[in-house]
């Protein structure tokens, strides 16, 4: 990384994550932790609910600039309309705790994701960081594929160069679309884990 790179990380106030996969408190290959969590409309969601469904865990924090890559760039919503088109459940979730960089209140993260055009199948809120501790979730975006029969199949990073650079992503390798079309399949997903990247959750203290 560059003298220069590392300089605006620290004038943003920015907290990098290169996390080792041993903070993970969830195992791949076994069932995903379930949960109920209400969503921005104010319906509580549970992971059990979608029992027979590929699903896509993504930490979000729209004011994190490795999201506002992105989203910023389209690359996030792309993903979640290629895939919610072929069935995949995908849920959003907001660990922020009130207060911190990321929280929004229901309403005004409807109207995010409005702007962004984005389309998860629900935005789930987490202030109290409740799920994303469940699932060890460290970094936005932080990453988990859950297959049909509730077993996580993958976590980690978006893709495999960690940067805030839009320019990135056409270079890069998405993790998550390579793991879903495998996993899709029916084939074991070649790269099951991996170190996530991006800002810190910001968690309740």
């Given at each position: 990384?560059?003298?220069?790179l590392?300089?605006?990380?620290?004038?943003?106030?920015?907290?990098?994550?290169?996390?080792?996969n041993?903070?993970?408190?969830?195992?791949?290959?076994?069932?995903?932790?379930?949960?109920?969590?209400?969503?921005?409309?104010?319906?509580?969601?549970?992971?059990?609910?979608?029992?027979?469904?590929f699903?896509?865990?993504?930490?979000?924090?729209?004011?994190?600039p490795?999201?506002?890559?992105?989203?910023g760039?389209?690359?996030?919503?792309?993903?979640?309309?290629t895939?919610?088109?072929?069935?995949v459940?995908?849920?959003?979730?907001?660990?922020?705790?009130?207060?911190?960089?990321?929280?929004?209140?229901?309403?005004?993260?409807?109207r995010?994701?409005?702007?962004?055009?984005?389309s998860?199948?629900?935005?789930?809120?987490?202030?109290?960081?409740?799920?994303g501790?469940?699932?060890?979730?460290?970094?936005?975006?932080?990453?988990?594929?859950?297959?049909?029969?509730?077993v996580?199949?993958?976590?980690?990073?978006?893709?495999?160069?960690?940067?805030?650079?839009?320019?990135?992503i056409?270079?890069?390798?998405?993790?998550?679309?390579s793991?879903?079309?495998?996993?899709?399949?029916?084939?074991?997903?070649?790269?099951?884990?991996?170190?996530?990247?991006?800002?810190?959750?910001?968690?309740?203290?």
């Amino acid at each position: 990384m560059s003298k220069s790179l590392i300089i605006l990380f620290l004038a943003v106030g920015l907290t990098v994550g290169f996390f080792a996969n041993s903070f993970a408190q969830v195992e791949n290959g076994k069932a995903a932790p379930n949960f109920t969590l209400k969503d921005s409309n104010g319906n509580e969601v549970s992971l059990s609910q979608y029992q027979g469904k590929f699903v896509v865990l993504e930490w979000l924090n729209y004011d994190c600039p490795f999201v506002k890559k992105h989203y910023g760039s389209g690359n996030m919503q792309s993903l979640q309309k290629t895939y919610t088109g072929k069935g995949v459940i995908w849920l959003s979730i907001a660990s922020s705790a009130p207060g911190t960089e990321g929280y929004y209140e229901a309403a005004d993260i409807n109207r995010l994701n409005a702007e962004k055009k984005a389309s998860p199948t629900a935005i789930l809120l987490d202030p109290a960081g409740t799920v994303g501790k469940l699932y060890g979730a460290q970094t936005t975006p932080h990453m988990y594929i859950i297959d049909p029969q509730g077993v996580l199949v993958y976590q980690g990073a978006i893709d495999d160069i960690r940067s805030t650079n839009p320019d990135d992503i056409a270079k890069s390798r998405n993790y998550v679309s390579s793991a879903l079309d495998e996993a899709m399949a029916g084939k074991p997903v070649s790269i099951p884990s991996t170190k996530s990247y991006g800002c810190s959750v910001k968690y309740q203290e």
